[in-house]
């Protein structure tokens, strides 16, 4: 199975297999991160600059702002989503997301 994972409209998007399927202003809630010094950060996505499929788990990297401290900046490698029967499914945001160092 091929499937394609791309930053598209200058980080706005995550397409994959030719569809915009995560786009940023999403809040996303990160218990585990060296984002900011919070230890549950709620981050607003400003922008994707990188995008990869790892096994079955499609990870961006994104870069935004905590609502919480106000700390802005680029983060490492955040789960979006998987592929399950060739077919794209997000993560929630609002769930505890940890980001794996780039
Ligand atoms: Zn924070």
Do not use: N, Y
Request: glycine fraction near 10%; proline fraction near 5%; charge should be negative.
């Amino acid at each position: 199975m091929c499937v394609s994972v791309r930053v598209l409209d200058d980080g706005a998007w995550i397409s994959i297999d030719g569809t915009r399927e995560v786009g940023v202003s999403d809040l996303w809630r990160l218990s585990e991160h060296e984002f900011c010094q919070c230890a549950t950060a709620d981050v607003l996505l400003e922008g994707f600059f990188d995008a990869r499929k790892r096994g079955d788990i499609i990870e961006a990297r994104p870069t935004g702002r905590c609502i919480i401290c106000g700390e802005r900046g680029s983060m490492g490698w955040l789960t979006i989503g998987h592929v399950e029967d060739g077919e794209f499914v997000p993560v929630d945001p609002s769930h505890e997301h940890r980001i794996e160092p780039p």
